[in-house]
């Protein structure tokens, strides 16, 4: 979790930035700032959380052994 709490802080100066830098207003920058870093964030420890799964390698593997196989040429 201290990672995504860090990823989040970071992702928040960012944000507002590049928010700024787009629409030239503060308001529409603070309100973007502070909404999508944290929807960002908690998708990130949900994917983290996720992508190590047993559930997410299962389906890996059976993916990969129902994949075409590339044409030798």
Request: hydrophobic share 50%.
């Amino acid at each position: 979790m201290a990672k995504s709490a860090t990823f989040g802080v970071m992702h928040i100066g960012i944000a507002f930035g590049v928010s700024y830098a787009l629409t030239g207003d503060i308001a529409i920058a603070g309100a973007i700032t502070v909404v999508e870093p944290v929807v960002n964030t908690v998708a990130h420890y949900f994917f983290d959380r996720y992508w190590g799964s047993p559930a997410l390698k299962s389906a890996w593997a059976r993916w990969k052994d129902g994949a075409p196989k590339a044409a030798a040429t």
